[in-house]
């Protein structure tokens, strides 16, 4: 079992390709998206930017940021910007000539091509607090420089399709180009684990361990299963000590304590995508009863299984991600694309 994939697959990441643009400068955009994920691709030219009242960072031609948590942020052409203008309102003024053109060169101007993609988790299946079980092992922004991105021969490869499915607009572009965007969320994500320290990044980090790696493969691929922390040390080949411990460090929580999150996750998601009965719900994800069952996920959800799929069904499918973007491109007439 792929626990990545998996984990991805279960908290229902959504796509949205926001395309390209040439910012001429000066130029400042603030881009407010709390909820969702970014990335910025810096495909020519430079940038300065600003997340929250953090120093800011210059960009350059090759750079790549994906900030996790959806922070608002600034992208400008100085280091120090003016006013920064919403991103929906820059395009469309852009579009009608207002200002300086954000898709076309000025003559003895600096411009900066910026592609851009945002992402959305659904947060409905996790506990109270909102602990997204990817996005909270993350930094607040991960920044690849050209540098490391051109060492990754696949990153290479899928930005340079990106640009070719975008550029060229085939048959089947708009199904092809969310996935391709869904890879470079994954591609993105191998090259900065690469570089963490050993113990660092939660349960995505431990998936370098072989022997921690097949007891959370196990544990995503029969999460019904008696799991003890005995036979998962078993399967790993370990003892039950020397596993327990390794697991708490490298995950950071108890085995067992793991197993009940991620039974909880993926009976949230049960809950909210299928009309199958609790009572099979709770087999699927390993309880004998329904009353056993609905007890877990009261702790973990402080409601019952029932309560939580009324509230829970009644919400739409999550907004795709930075939605005024979206909404700016379409007004505009401009077929979003990357």
Known sequence: MDVLSNVLSVTSLATSTLGSREFVAPWAILIDAPKESAVHIVRRGTAWLRVGDEEPVRLNTGDIVLLAGGRKHVLSSEREPREPEPVAQAIARAHNNVVPSLRG???GAESTVIQCAGYSFSTDGFSPEGAHPLLSLLPSLIVLRASRAEEDVELQLLLRLLSLEATRRDAGAEL???RLIDTLFVYILRVWLRDQPEG????LGALRDPQIRKALSLIHESPQAPWTVES????????????AKRF???VGQPPLA???????DLAAKLLRESREPVARIASKVGYLSETAFAKAFRRRRKMPPGAYRSQRTRRARPEVAIPELQRAAASAEVAPRL
């Open 232 to 243: 998962l040390a078993r399967q790993a080949a370990m003892s039950r000590a020397a596993f």
């Open 200 to 203: 660092a990044a939660g349960w």
């Open 105 to 107: 060169r000025a003559e």
């Open 258 to 264: 793991y197993v009940t999150r991620w039974r909880m």
């Open 176 to 178: 092809v180009l969310p």
């Open 248 to 250: 708490m460090d490298l």
